[in-house]
């Protein structure tokens, strides 16, 4: 069954579970990556027994946390990526992968490299994959943005009724401002006591005013 006709029987938390549950590739790697192999010619001898061992150590492991990805005997490569650094994701797929009903899980960061950062491969359930890291990410850039904002309002209030610090950030344009308003304030004043009339002089008794 495919993962659209699953996804309308199962809830998201379910669609979560079932993805945090994957930890080893299909079996149908294994067929795709020997056919692969064969049609590399004479480079099977070396192709072949490598993809072995990358398809019998290739683990996977979903938390709360990222994607946790470890390959390798001898050589051995381990990556860590949290939800926080995902800038996007994508499905890429050949033809040999869709006629097996695979596809690769690019998950690419803002590290300024054109690959991607981690490739989840070897899975049936990729549109799952990808829409369950779409959802935590999403979740974690929008509790990051509104932390941010709370932060900023929370300081910006501070300033405005005159307790707590400037944040270190906006504090070179905060002071601009308030430098500002002072000296608007202070030229305001003068303006006024310049265009002030001068007090007339008091009018004693018998003594006719001055015009």
């Known amino acids: 069954m495919a993962y659209g006709q699953d996804s309308r029987a199962m809830g998201a938390e379910e669609v979560a579970a079932k993805v945090k549950a994957m930890e080893r590739p299909e079996p149908a790697l294994w067929t795709y990556y020997i056919i692969r192999a064969v049609l590399s010619g004479p480079g099977i001898l070396i192709t072949l027994p490598y993809l072995y061992f990358r398809y019998h150590t290739l683990r996977y492991?979903?938390?709360?946390?990222?994607?946790?990805?470890?390959?390798?005997?001898l050589f051995r490569r381990e990556i860590n990526l949290t939800y926080a650094?995902?800038?996007?994701?994508?499905?890429?797929?050949?033809?040999l992968q869709r006629w097996f009903g695979l596809a690769n899980v690019e998950v690419q960061t803002a590290s300024g490299s054109s690959g991607a950062e981690l490739v989840v491969e070897g899975f049936k359930d990729y549109e799952a994959i990808r829409d369950v890291l779409y959802t935590k990410m999403r979740g974690y850039h929008a509790r990051q943005s509104q932390a941010s904002l709370t932060s900023s309002g929370d300081a910006l209030m501070d300033v405005a009724s005159g307790s707590g610090e400037i944040p270190s950030a906006p504090a070179?344009?905060?002071?601009?401002?308030?430098?500002?308003?002072?000296?608007?304030?202070?030229?305001?004043?003068?303006?006024?006591?310049?265009?002030?009339?001068?007090?007339?002089?008091?009018?004693?008794?018998?003594?006719?005013?001055?015009?």
């Open 85 to 95: 650094r995902i800038q996007d994701i994508h499905l890429k797929s050949g033809l």
């Open 172 to 211: 070179e344009a905060v002071g601009l401002l308030l430098s500002i308003r002072d000296e608007l304030r202070r030229t305001r004043e003068a303006l006024e006591k310049r265009h002030d009339p001068a007090p007339l002089p008091p009018v004693l008794p018998g003594s006719t005013p001055h015009v």
């Open 61 to 73: 492991r979903f938390d709360e946390e990222g994607i946790h990805m470890k390959v390798g005997i």
